[in-house]
């Protein structure tokens, strides 16, 4: 399906990001044995993003960050915001609980693997624009990696999801006799 839904995007022109994320959405709502795939495609994909994230820093070019200075600054700042008021509305609509209304948003501050896709396809679709593109965009997310853990956690503390359980006890090793 993969291989069948980028050969329909390359003949009708249309994005493959976007489509290999639809094809996963549509697997993980219709599937019944989603979870089991999930569960394998989760034990090969650190070294492909690992490669992902490697690929994309080297290109990154740092002499292109003072030029692109506001826009970069702004980008960050509508992003973390727009996360959090589009967290925000989305749990209002749905009655989510008060605490994921009040925290979601700030626990998606550090995901942005899917920006780093978008701005790697702005390096061919916008050729006089990809690179600072890519600049801002990398930048943010360095920036979104280092600042993102840390509020995540004080989000997910103060909304009562860690912090106060119990670790599991560990179970006794059984002597072999």
């Known amino acids: 399906m993969i291989l069948f839904a980028l050969a329909l995007c390359d003949l009708l022109n249309l994005s493959n990001l976007l489509c290999i994320m639809m094809?996963?959405?549509?697997?993980?709502?219709?599937?019944?044995?989603?979870?089991?795939?999930i569960e394998q495609t989760d034990r090969f994909t650190p070294p492909i993003f690992l490669?992902?994230?490697?690929?994309?820093?080297?290109d990154l070019n740092l002499s292109v960050l003072p030029t692109v200075g506001l826009v970069?600054?702004?980008?960050?700042?509508?992003?973390?915001?727009?996360?959090?008021?589009?967290?925000?509305?989305?749990?209002?609509?749905?009655?989510a609980h008060p605490?994921?209304?009040?925290?979601?948003?700030?626990?998606?501050?550090?995901?942005?693997?899917?920006?780093?896709?978008?701005?790697?396809?702005?390096?061919?679709?916008?050729?006089?624009?990809?690179?600072?593109?890519?600049?801002?965009?990398?930048?943010?997310?360095?920036?979104?990696?280092?600042?993102?853990p840390v509020v995540t956690k004080i989000a997910l503390t103060k909304a009562g999801e860690i912090g106060n359980a119990e670790p599991p006890a560990c179970p006794a090793p059984v002597a072999k006799a």
């Not at 094809?23 to 599937?31: E, Q």
């Not at 960050?76 to 989305?90: E, L, N, Q």
């Open 72 to 95: 970069g600054l702004c980008y960050i700042v509508v992003r973390v915001v727009g996360k959090w008021i589009g967290a925000m509305v989305g749990s209002l609509l749905v009655n």
């Open 99 to 148: 605490n994921v209304q009040k925290y979601l948003g700030l626990t998606l501050i550090p995901q942005a693997g899917v920006a780093i896709g978008m701005a790697q396809m702005a390096l061919v679709k916008l050729p006089a624009y990809g690179h600072k593109i890519q600049a801002v965009v990398l930048a943010g997310t360095l920036i979104y990696e280092l600042i993102g």
């Open 51 to 58: 490669l992902f994230f490697v690929i994309s820093g080297a």
């Open 23 to 37: 094809l996963g959405a549509v697997m993980t709502n219709l599937c019944s044995s989603a979870n089991i795939i």
